[in-house]
C-alpha cells in the first residue's frame, strides 16, 4: 500500500483503521470516551497508541483532529507510519506516541469545532482571567458571521473584509478572523469560556503518557492553510525563545514563529501547544503544529462561514447540510492521491528529524 491508501472517508473508517494499524505495529492502546455519538450513532474516542519503553526519557507525540474535520489528514498520516513502520527502529529509551482524534466529536461530525462550538486551539488558557479581546472581530462581526448565505450577503461580506484589510492591512484581517473571541458563543472562532471535554482530556493524556519523560517533542498535524501539500512548523513562541531555536536546529526554516508575524497562522492565544509546558513543568519541551496547505485562503474562509451558520440554523436537519458538509471537508481535506502523499511525506521528514533532535 502507498501512503494515500491509508486515508479514511469517515470518522468511524479512520478510527478502525488507526486501531488495527496500531495493533499491528505492537503499540499498547488505550481510550478515552467522548460523552457524545457521531452521527452513525457510534462511539466517539480520542484514542492512544504508544510504542516504546513505559519510563522512556525521550518522547515524540503526534497529535491529529484537534480541528475536528483536519483530522481526515492527520489521521491519515499516523496510519500510514504506524503501517509503514516508522516506529520499528525507535531509538533507545525513545517512545512514540500517537493521540488520534483529539476532537472527535468535530471529526465525526465534520466540524472544524467541537460540540460547544468552541475552536479547540483557542481553548488553552486560563480562564480565571479576563479573555483576550480581538476589536476587529468585533468591527467585522456581521461580515464574519453573515445572516445568510446567498450570493448578495457573501458578496457584501467579502466586500466589508476587503476594504478592513486596505484600511489596516491584510495581517490585521488575518487576525481579526482567525485570532478567536470569547463573546459571541455562536460565532466563528469561538475559543469558549472553560476548558472543554477535549482540553481536559489531552492534559490527562500528557500528564498519563509523557508525565515520565525529561525531553518531550510534539507535533500536532493540521491542515488549510499554505500553498497546496506544503508544510509549515508553527512555533507559538519568539523567535528569541530557546524553544524557537531549537525547533530552528531541528526543522530548519520550515519552523516559523507567529509571535513575530512571520507564520502562516495569526498569533493566537489558548494555542494547544501552551499545555504541555503547562502539564511538563521542568522539562524539554517542544510542541508545535504542522501546517499543510488545502486550498486558497478565501475557500477555506468561506466554509468555515457557511459551517458555523448551519450549526446556528438547524444543523444536520438544515437542507443544506450536505452540500455545507462537504463544503468544509474539502477545504481542510484534499482528497488526491498526490496531496496524500506529500503531506504523508512532509510528516515522516519532520517526525524523524523530532527523533534525532531528541537524541542529540
Keep these: 500500500m502507498s501512503a494515500a491508501d491509508h486515508f479514511s472517508a469517515s ?73 509503514e513502520g516508522f516506529a520499528r527502529d525507535l531509538p533507545p529509551d525513545t517512545a512514540l506516541v500517537l493521540i488520534h482524534a483529539i476532537n472527535p466529536y468535530g471529526f465525526a461530525w465534520d466540524r472544524r469545532v467541537n460540540e460547544d462550538n468552541v475552536d479547540l486551539n483557542r481553548n488553552f488558557l486560563d480562564h480565571t482571567r479576563p479573555h483576550p479581546k480581538n476589536p476587529g472581530y468585533e468591527e467585522l462581526f456581521d461580515a464574519i458571521n453573515p445572516r445568510d448565505l446567498t450570493p448578495e450577503t457573501m458578496a457584501e461580506s467579502r466586500a466589508r473584509m476587503k476594504a478592513y484589510a486596505a484600511e489596516h492591512g491584510a495581517a490585521a484581517m488575518q487576525h481579526a478572523l482567525t485570532a478567536g473571541q470569547y463573546d459571541h458563543p455562536g460565532g466563528v472562532q469561538y475559543g469558549g469560556r472553560e476548558p472543554v471535554w477535549s482540553n481536559r482530556t489531552l492534559r490527562a493524556i500528557i500528564r498519563e503518557e509523557m508525565g515520565k519523560a525529561e525531553r518531550i517533542a510534539f507535533l500536532d ?26 525547533m530552528r536546529r531541528w526543522w530548519g526554516d520550515r519552523v516559523r514563529s507567529t509571535v513575530g508575524g512571520g507564520s502562516l497562522s495569526s498569533d493566537v492565544p489558548g494555542s494547544i501547544t501552551v499545555c504541555f509546558a503547562e502539564e511538563l513543568t521542568g522539562r524539554e519541551v517542544t510542541a508545535g503544529g504542522l501546517e499543510f496547505g488545502t486550498v486558497p485562503i478565501g475557500q477555506v474562509t468561506v466554509a468555515l462561514q457557511a459551517d458555523n451558520w448551519l450549526h446556528q440554523n438547524g444543523g444536520a436537519k438544515n437542507p443544506q447540510a450536505a452540500a455545507i458538509s462537504k463544503q468544509i471537508r474539502d477545504a481542510f481535506y484534499v482528497d488526491e492521491r498526490d496531496w496524500k502523499e506529500a503531506v504523508t511525506a512532509g510528516a515522516r521528514t519532520a517526525c524523524g528529524e523530532a527523533l534525532q533532535g531528541l537524541g542529540a
Excluded at 237 to 245: A, I, L, M, N, V
Aim: hydrophobic share 30%.
Design 221 to 246: 498535524m493540521h491542515s488549510g492553510l499554505g500553498p497546496r501539500g506544503e508544510g509549515e512548523i508553527i512555533c507559538t513562541e519568539p523567535e528569541s525563545s530557546s524553544t524557537f531555536k531549537r
Design 11 to 83: 470518522y468511524s473508517e479512520a478510527c478502525r483503521r488507526f486501531l488495527d494499524a496500531a495493533g499491528a505495529a505492537g503499540a499498547a492502546v488505550h481510550s478515552h470516551e467522548h460523552p457524545l455519538k457521531g452521527p452513525d450513532g457510534g462511539m466517539l474516542a480520542t484514542d492512544i497508541a504508544r510504542i516504546g519503553p513505559a519510563n522512556a526519557r525521550r518522547i515524540l507525540g503526534i497529535g491529529s483532529g484537534t480541528h475536528g474535520v483536519e483530522g481526515y489528514c492527520g489521521s491519515g498520516i499516523q496510519t500510514a507510519l504506524l503501517s
